[in-house]
């Protein structure tokens, strides 16, 4: 089975560009989370959903961040306009629980922003 | 509020050596799930244990041991007779209530 998702693997974007992350979880699974990962902060829940629906939003650094579920399959994270400082690698993870199972993370997108 | 805390930023051994790496959590739950993860330097995530507050049994698989202490809200990981192959970052996290908090991760180098 096909493992958690992500496109794409690197991106390489000018500050002001707007950068549109992607994500396709594990079928079957209803819980979809965005993480970023940076040197300074370490490993950070950026949001998560529930069957499409954004459950808790509060680790989204500010207004320029956005993301959607339009359905089971597939999840964006959105940066508008993009800053030096969203530099990380953002990681999306499915799980089939919000906090009992492990989450099966992807293999990240290594976002440059100069 | 909940914390983990991977005191040991990096640890350096010799291939065959055995390495433990400690995991230390606080949480005013009573119900919630520790987790070990390993990032290797291709830089992926991998889960690799699952413990809940409730089971407090020591597992091994393999070369991978872990001890659960909830007396002293520990959670630590053992590798025995490491080899090269386990170069990389291991993280403990520790989840209730939906959001899973990573400690700062622990570097472990083993060389040849």
Same mark, same amino acid.
């Given at each position: 089975?096909?493992?958690?998702?992500?496109? #794409?693997?690197?991106?390489?974007?000018?500050?002001?560009?707007?950068?549109? +992350?992607?994500? *396709?979880?594990?079928?079957?699974?209803?819980?979809?989370?965005?993480?970023?990962?940076?040197?300074?902060?370490?490993?950070? +829940?950026?949001?998560?959903?529930?069957?499409?629906? !954004?459950?808790?939003? /509060?680790?989204? !650094?500010?207004?320029?961040?956005? @993301? *959607?579920?339009?359905? @089971?399959?597939?999840?964006?994270? *959105?940066?508008?306009?993009?800053?030096?400082?969203?530099?990380?690698?953002?990681?999306?993870?499915?799980? +089939?629980?919000?906090?009992?199972?492990?989450?099966?993370?992807? #293999?990240?997108?290594?976002?440059?922003?100069? | @509020?909940?914390?983990?805390?991977?005191?040991?930023?990096?640890?350096?051994?010799?291939? *065959?050596?055995?390495?433990? +790496?400690?995991? =230390?959590?606080?949480?005013?739950?009573?119900?919630?799930?520790?987790?070990?993860?390993?990032?290797? #330097?291709?830089?992926?995530?991998?889960?690799?244990?699952?413990?809940?507050?409730?089971?407090?049994?020591?597992?091994?698989?393999?070369?991978?041991?872990?001890?659960?202490?909830?007396? %002293? /809200?520990?959670?630590?990981?053992?590798?025995?007779?490491?080899? =090269?192959?386990?170069?990389?970052?291991?993280?403990?996290?520790?989840?209730?209530?939906?959001?899973?908090?990573?400690?700062?991760?622990?570097?472990?180098?083993? %060389?040849?």
């Amino acid at each position: 089975d096909a493992g958690v998702i992500q496109s #794409p693997r690197h991106e390489v974007t000018e500050m002001g560009q707007e950068v549109t +992350l992607r994500c *396709k979880p594990i079928s079957g699974h209803d819980y979809l989370f965005w993480y970023r990962q940076t040197m300074m902060r370490g490993l950070e +829940l950026l949001i998560y959903f529930n069957n499409n629906v !954004p459950i808790d939003d /509060s680790g989204m !650094p500010e207004d320029r961040f956005s @993301a *959607k579920m339009p359905n @089971a399959s597939f999840s964006t994270l *959105k940066i508008q306009p993009s800053e030096p400082r969203d530099s990380a690698v953002y990681f999306c993870a499915s799980s +089939l629980g919000p906090w009992e199972y492990e989450q099966y993370f992807g #293999p990240g997108t290594r976002l440059t922003v100069t | @509020a909940q914390k983990v805390t991977q005191a040991q930023t990096e640890i350096s051994v010799v291939e *065959k050596e055995d390495v433990t +790496l400690d995991c =230390v959590y606080e949480t005013r739950d009573t119900t919630y799930y520790l987790f070990w993860y390993k990032q290797p #330097p291709s830089g992926e995530l991998v889960f690799l244990i699952r413990r809940n507050s409730f089971d407090e049994q020591n597992e091994i698989s393999g070369r991978y041991s872990w001890n659960f202490q909830k007396s %002293t /809200s520990s959670f630590n990981f053992t590798i025995t007779a490491s080899q =090269v192959v386990d170069s990389a970052v291991y993280f403990c996290a520790l989840n209730s209530w939906g959001k899973l908090q990573f400690g700062a991760g622990t570097q472990v180098v083993v %060389t040849p």
